[in-house]
């Protein structure tokens, strides 16, 4: 309720009467607070970051992106000036926020870059003055671009490069060999199981090439009957055949001097291996229905799951295709042979759907890490990251817990039989179960001997890989590149 009162005075100044109105302002007030929280939840399900910034650029406030982008939670940075928020990795934002914000200027798309050696980013910003001084000074809006930004180099570090993550032994040898061929102009052929990143590591190979100026083509060949893809490939000219109404320029064509990218090369039939065969010889094409050549620049990547080598030896790949392809080979390791990088994909994915989804979650549980990285990961990274997504939509308190889990993951979890800690639960051999110290060192040398394979320490030792993580946590082992 709201009252207003008017005081009646007589001619001495001596008050007479009160006259006194009461309005119901309930149906206001309502409104009100149904328009902050339409407010609020417009900030924080857009998906650019959101900053209110009162005198001396100081934060008011700001949305779930916002917080994604730099790493923090509201409750860390409001009071606290836009320079500390940005620190020195990404001073220029508060500078160029700063200067817009001085000279009163609203700017839309603002582009600005930096990186130091353990990271690259680039972001389009808007700077938007208010003149209203019951509201913020200015609000700031950050979009991150980096994945759209090819020219921006993305330098190497101990845990990502470029869109890939990682900090085990057997991807930092990716990364550094992705880097030296960076002027390098050889064909590629990249392997590995599905979903363990090859489509990646081919953005990764033409981004970082003296070709990243020009087109970058991506065409699955399994996705295709052969005669469409022949067509996908090569192009082909007017009555070529049924239905072929007009001229059609290929994808050989358009990824002139840039890179094309032949995702899984181990499916196609032997009529297509035969042309393409040609390609990778004679650096020429003919469209379908056609029999001029057309000369072609283009840089060749080539990705399967399968095993290219024994299919050759089945008489089922052609062998002189083979080695063209292979010329320089890239092996993409199975997920569960690269255990030491799940924490640090966990954390990646978490970002990336905490801020897709708008959602206030600060934390992920021990244990939820404990059951992710004790599954086997059949489908490898692509099956983490919809569990992440799930996980993410799923949580409903600002905390991931196991629960918020899919139900294939979480069922292995809850039926499995807990491991007792007892040596002999698992018979180990004497040097790891005689005692701590020399359990740990016996550990250590058996884990460096077989490159921290943690799959391959278990089936040495008899013992399940849950065991040897447990026994790396308990005793604090770590990689050598770390020690």
């Keep these: 309720m709201e009252t207003q009162a008017e005081l009646s005075l007589d001619s001495a100044g001596k008050p007479t009467r009160i006259f006194g109105t009461i309005q119901d302002i309930s149906e206001r007030k309502r409104h009100e607070i149904e328009k902050a929280m339409l407010e609020e939840q417009i900030r924080n399900t857009v998906l650019d970051g959101i900053i209110a910034i009162g005198p001396d650029l100081r934060i008011k406030n700001l949305n779930y992106a916002a917080e994604a982008f730099f790493g923090v ?39 600005v870059s930096g990186g130091t050696g353990h990271t690259a980013w680039a972001c389009a910003i808007g700077v938007a003055p208010m003149l209203n001084r019951n509201q913020p000074e200015a609000m700031v809006f950050i ?57 990646l590591v081919a953005s990764a190979l033409h981004n970082h090439s ?32 049924t239905g072929a109404v007009t001229n059609k320029v290929g994808r050989f064509e358009l990824a002139n001097q840039g890179t094309i990218f032949l995702d899984e090369i181990g499916d196609i ?87 897709h989804f708008g959602r206030n979650i600060h934390e992920i549980s021990s244990e939820v890490l404990d059951i992710l990285q004790s599954y086997d990961w059949p489908g490898n990274i692509r099956q983490l990251e919809n569990v992440m997504e799930h996980a993410v939509a799923m949580t409903r308190g600002n905390k991931i817990e196991k629960y918020s889990l899919p139900h294939e993951i979480l069922s292995l979890h809850l039926e499995s039989k807990p491991l007792r800690s007892d040596a002999a639960s698992q018979t180990p051999p004497e040097s790891i179960a005689a005692n701590e110290n020399s359990g740990a060192q016996a550990l250590q040398e058996l884990l460096d001997s077989v490159g921290w394979n943690r799959t391959k320490a278990a089936q040495i030792l008899k013992v399940n890989r849950n065991t040897i993580w447990r026994k790396i946590k308990k005793y604090g082992l770590i990689p050598p590149q770390y020690r």
Aim: proline share 4%; with cysteine.
């Design 73 to 111: 939670h509201s409750s860390e940075v409001i009071g606290k000036t836009l320079n500390e928020l940005c620190g020195t990795e990404r001073k220029t934002i508060a500078e160029t926020v700063h200067r817009f914000f001085s000279s009163k200027r609203y700017v839309r798309e603002y582009q």
């Design 143 to 199: 979009r991150d671009i980096t994945h759209l930004r090819p020219s921006v180099s993305i330098p190497l570090s101990e845990h990502s490069f470029a869109s890939m993550v990682g900090q085990s032994p057997r991807m930092l040898e990716i990364f550094k060999l992705i880097q030296h061929l960076e002027e390098i102009d050889s064909t590629v052929l990249i392997q590995g199981p599905s979903g363990t990143g090859k489509e």
């Design 210 to 241: 003296s070709r990243r100026g020009g087109p970058y083509i991506r065409v699955n060949c399994a996705a295709l009957p052969e005669n469409l893809l022949e067509s996908e490939l090569f192009g082909h000219i007017r009555g070529a055949f």
């Design 269 to 355: 039939s032997a009529n297509m291996q035969k042309r393409l065969l040609r390609v990778l010889q004679e650096r020429e094409i003919e469209r379908v229905g056609e029999t001029k050549t057309i000369p072609i620049d283009v840089r060749i990547l080539a990705a399967t799951n399968r095993d290219l080598a024994d299919l050759v030896n089945k008489g089922r790949f052609r062998e002189d295709l083979f080695y063209r392809l292979k010329v320089i080979t890239i092996e993409l390791p199975a997920l569960k042979d690269r255990l030491e990088d799940i924490p640090l994909l966990v954390n990646h994915f978490f970002k990336k759907y905490r801020s």
